[in-house]
């Protein structure tokens, strides 16, 4: 057998490290869990489809037109799926509107979507309702929205039509924002804000989905009022469903609309819902990286620093090399970490897709590299001290290090805000691991140099780990 394997199977199928494991990995689905209790999500929130609508109602007509797109998360349309309206009219009236001296029961009209998504209808000759409630029919799910428009007869404006948008998006939409203020969009607007939602960003190009009416100018930035990185028009008269590219680094978008209005909107590269998931879990990185941080420790003076009092001096007799021996042994280690770290995320992405119907690819990808790397250094550090020290000595003082350092760059970076930057990204030993919880937090590196950061963390990692290969060469046995 491979000797690295041979000393990766003894080192990882120890009691003390599959029990810490496996406490770990239902640490990691709990956390998930509770995360999930957290977001006090409703059941819609999480709905495999969408619906936005633009709808006016005439005054002189006496008629409504309510026109819709339902899609998918990912934002292509969806067909044939079963609409229901709902009107429900007033008890009473007030001096601006005509009255109506009885409760009509609610009047349902039903009608499908068609290959594109759309749903239309025109009713004609009716009453001016209070509510109009939505509801759409997709795989055995119902979703009502909250209403079209739920207003008292007396709010409505004296005009010749009343234009209402409205919306039942998810949370898997990569704009948390959707609408657009109505100030200066016309006195013929009433609750007719325009709707804006991004969804299915892959990276290079997104579903722009708009219910309004009018020229809309979508320009992207990196921050609020920082680069213009593009810009893109759309006209819209009620539903416009367009695939446009989205310049990398975008955070923030710009809409302006016909009337000369702007909104800003904060773009995220993933999932809401994943970006939310990800602020509720980021303490379990901590955690795991405490707790598995000390055993690496212990097991990095296990497979090596207690073999100077336990037949070193036998093994070297064989033929191999110091160097070689060093290597087997912390490379061994090293398929331990890679392994624990795969099993704890795996084990928050596989409960994420059970919970959430998502697979949280970023946070997999963050709580992976974080774990792994920032694992890496304490257990190399170890290595380096076994070779300085007594047994006893390079364990205790590998695991008062360990609190030592994590504490005091957590204090520097207060003491010292103006060299925060400094300290928490280019000289502390988690440099990597900070540089990533900003990202997975800001979807970008702006304030600091991430290659000074992933630099830093391979200076943490190699240095020890050739002095102590060096001191191993010399050292008396």
């Known amino acids: 057998m491979n000797p690295i394997l041979y000393d990766f199977k003894r080192s990882f199928l120890r009691v003390s490290v599959l029990l810490f494991l496996i406490i770990f990995i239902v640490g990691g689905i709990g956390l998930t869990y509770l995360a999930y209790k957290t977001l006090s999500l409703s059941s819609s929130a999480l709905y495999s489809f969408n619906f936005v609508g633009y709808a006016t109602y005439s005054n002189i007509t006496h008629s409504l037109h309510v026109l819709g797109l339902v899609f998918d998360n990912n934002g292509n349309p969806l067909s044939n799926v079963k609409v229901y309206l709902k009107l429900i009219y007033p008890t009473v009236s007030n001096i601006n509107i005509v009255y109506y001296n009885s409760v009509k029961d609610p009047e349902m009209y039903s009608f499908t979507t068609n290959a594109s998504g759309i749903f239309s209808y025109n009713l004609t000759s009716i009453k001016i309702p209070l509510t109009i409630v939505l509801i759409v029919n997709y795989n055995k799910q119902n979703e009502t929205s909250i209403s079209l428009a739920r207003i008292a007869p007396y709010s409505y404006p004296s005009g010749p039509i009343y234009i209402f948008t409205f919306e039942n998006i998810t949370e ?11 100030f200066g969009l016309g006195e013929s607007f009433f609750y007719g804000y325009p709707i804006i939602t991004i969804f299915g960003y892959n990276g290079e190009t997104a579903h722009l989905i708009v219910a309004g009416n009018g020229t809309f100018a979508v320009k992207f930035y990196n921050k609020v009022g920082g680069k213009l990185l593009g810009e893109t028009n759309v006209t819209v008269n009620g539903i416009g469903n367009f695939i446009i590219h989205i310049p990398s680094g975008t955070s923030y978008i710009s809409v302006i609309t016909s009337k000369v209005y702007t909104q800003n909107f904060r773009f995220l590269p993933i999932p809401e819902i994943e970006s939310e998931l990800g602020e509720a879990m980021f303490s379990s990185a901590g955690i795991f990286l405490f707790g598995f941080g000390i055993i690496f420790i212990y097991i990095a003076y296990s497979i090596f620093g207690r073999l100077k009092n336990a037949g070193l001096i036998f093994i070297l007799s064989k033929p191999i090399t110091r160097t070689q021996f060093y290597l087997i042994r912390y490379f061994a280690g090293i398929l331990s970490i890679l392994l624990s770290s795969l099993v704890f995320s795996l084990a928050i992405g596989i409960s994420s897709l059970i919970l959430l119907k998502l697979v949280p690819s970023l946070l997999i ?113």
Request: proline share 5%; no cysteine.
């Open 365 to 477: 990808i963050y709580f992976f590299i974080s774990i792994f790397v920032g694992i890496i250094v304490w257990y190399t550090l170890e290595f380096f001290l076994s070779t300085l020290l007594s047994p006893i000595a390079s364990l205790g003082l590998g695991i008062v290090l360990y609190f030592i350092l994590n504490v005091l760059f957590s204090i520097l970076v207060l003491v010292f805000p103006k060299d925060a930057i400094s300290l928490q990204y280019y000289i502390s030993p988690t440099s990597l691991q900070s540089a990533l919880t900003y990202y997975a937090t800001n979807y970008n590196f702006s304030g600091f140099n991430v290659g000074i950061s992933i630099l830093s963390e391979i200076l943490w990692i190699t240095i020890p780990l050739l002095i102590g290969i060096w001191r191993f060469r010399k050292m008396d046995m």
């Open 172 to 182: 898997f939409t990569n704009t948390p924002t959707s609408f657009i203020s109505p």
